[in-house]
């Protein structure tokens, strides 16, 4: 499993104390009676570009794929061990969703295409 959270923009802001504070609903209306409309709209068009992302729960994924480098970075050769189960099962649904290992892996290398055992991966 690869959990992101750490690295999510809500968990790095509130790390670094950056998050900004939610204005009060009945603050943003005394401040809006005294504003005309277009102050109103402008001030509401800089607030959405400044709007933060939803804060989203979802970092964690499931492993579907590795590629694999031997050699130098002026030459060398190219494979991959790819998840052949990958989308196919549901984290909600299923309580193992993550547990890659378990799942049928194949090597492709070149035309040559075969069974792969993910205990292999180092």
């Not at 607030?47 to 002026?74: I, M, Q, W």
Request: with cysteine; aromatic share 10%.
């Amino acid at each position: 499993m690869l959990d992101l959270k750490p690295y999510s923009f809500h968990e790095v802001m509130r790390k670094e104390n950056r998050l900004k504070e939610q204005q009060d609903e009945d603050e943003v209306i005394v401040d809006e009676m005294k504003m005309t409309e277009e102050e109103i709209e402008k001030k509401r068009e800089a607030e959405d570009e400044a709007r933060e992302p939803e804060c989203d729960d979802c970092f964690e994924y499931k492993l579907v794929g590795v590629n694999v480098h031997s050699g130098t970075a002026n030459a060398g050769h190219y494979w991959s061990y790819i998840n052949t189960n990958r989308g196919t099962d549901d984290k909600n649904g299923e309580a193992n969703w993550i547990h890659t290992e378990a799942d049928p892996w194949m090597e492709f290398n070149d035309s040559r295409v075969s069974d792969w055992e993910f205990k292999e991966l180092r």
